[in-house]
Structures are given as C-alpha cells and as structure tokens.
C-alpha cells in the first residue's frame, strides 16, 4: 500500500518540472486569452477528470490487491514497435498538432491516463503512445503528453492527501521528490531535442523498446 502512494507523490516531481519547463504555456493557458487556449483549458480539464473517474477506482483497488502492469506495458511497446515499422514501410507521418485535438480525444487520453493507476504502468508512455498513434507528430506528441501530467499530477495528490489523511512527507518521500523533479527536467528538454531530429518511425520502436526493457529485467 505504501509503495502505491510512494508512486503517486513521486510524480508530484514530474509535475512541477513539467509546470517549470512548460511554465509560458501553462500560464497562457490560464489567462485564456484565446481561442485556442480556451480549448485547450477545457481540454485539460476534460482530460483529468475523466482520469479521475477510471484512474481513482484503479487506484483502490491496487492499494489493497495484488496487480501489476506488466501486461498492459508489454502491449504498449508492442503497439509501437508495430506502429514504427508500419510508418517506417510508408511514406506518411504524423504531423497533427494541439490545434487537432477534439473532445473525444480528451475523453480517450482521459480513459488511458487513468490506466497509469496500474503500477507499472508509465503514464507519459502511453498517453504518449496513444497520440502518436492518433496520428500526431513526435514532439507534438510529448509536449502533450507533458502538458497533460501537470493537472491531473496535483489532483491525484490531493486526492491522495484525502483518502489517506493530511500526513507530512518524511523524508523519504521528500528525497524521492526532488529527484523525480530533477531527473523530469532533464529528460523533458533532451526528449523534445531528439524528437525534433529523429525519425517518427525510429522514435516509435525506441519507445517500444524502452517500454518492453523492464519486463526483460523482472524476466531475469
């Protein structure tokens, strides 16, 4: 039980170093001052409250059940393994931006996010797998993803914070924080560099890879 609530503090860290790194978007988000950061406002919103409704009974239940995601991220880098070589045999490639995002995509993003309530399951790795295969270009597909982590990351905390009490964080949690956030800020900006550069078909079997790796090691 502990370590699941270990996991949903920890991302507090990715949270405020996505809030950091993307800190003119989030902030042109909120003044709403157009049409497209109106939309995409409620976007966000729709987004984490639909993780809300499928990720919090998840989370009850893996508190107090054994269940692991190590099937649902086999099937993710499995998808994007498939996915690159697919786009690798075509001369197409995803080019949508957040200007394409629609309400369904919301309520579907919002259905998949609730699933990273699984352990084991990487919340940026399938909200990101799930726009490329929507059809959205790499670096679109991050920035997102990204953006995404930012609200639903505070909600699940306070959630958190209700369910179990207004508990202070020991060190431990404060330690592991502080990396999350450390080590998010780094890879925000190198993975939004290399998305820039590389392949959309070479950045799906790399991802897939990634996501199969921890099923090797627990294989070992």
Known sequence: MEA??????????????????????VSEI?????EQTRSMSLFLIVVTVATGF??????????????FGEALL???GIALIS???????TPRHGGRTTEDLSGGEALLLGVVQGFSAVPGVSRSGITTTTLLLRGFSAENALRISF????????????????????????PPYLLAVVASFVSALLSMDLLLRVARKVRFWSLCIVLGILALLPLV???L
Do not use: K, N
């Open 147 to 170: 953006l995404l982590s930012i609200p639903v990351v505070y909600a699940s905390t306070i959630g958190l914070y209700v369910i179990e009490g207004t508990q202070p964080l020991g």
């Open 30 to 34: 909120l003044r709403r001052e157009t």
């Open 4 to 25: 699941v609530s270990l996991s949903v503090y920890i991302h507090l860290g990715t949270g405020l170093a996505a809030l950091v790194y993307f800190r003119r978007d």
């Open 83 to 89: 996915t690159g070589i697919f786009e690798r045999s």
């Open 74 to 76: 086999g099937l993710t």
């Open 217 to 219: 090691f627990i294989a």
């Open 54 to 67: 499928i990720g919090l009974p998840i989370f009850l239940f893996v508190r107090t059940a054994s269940i």
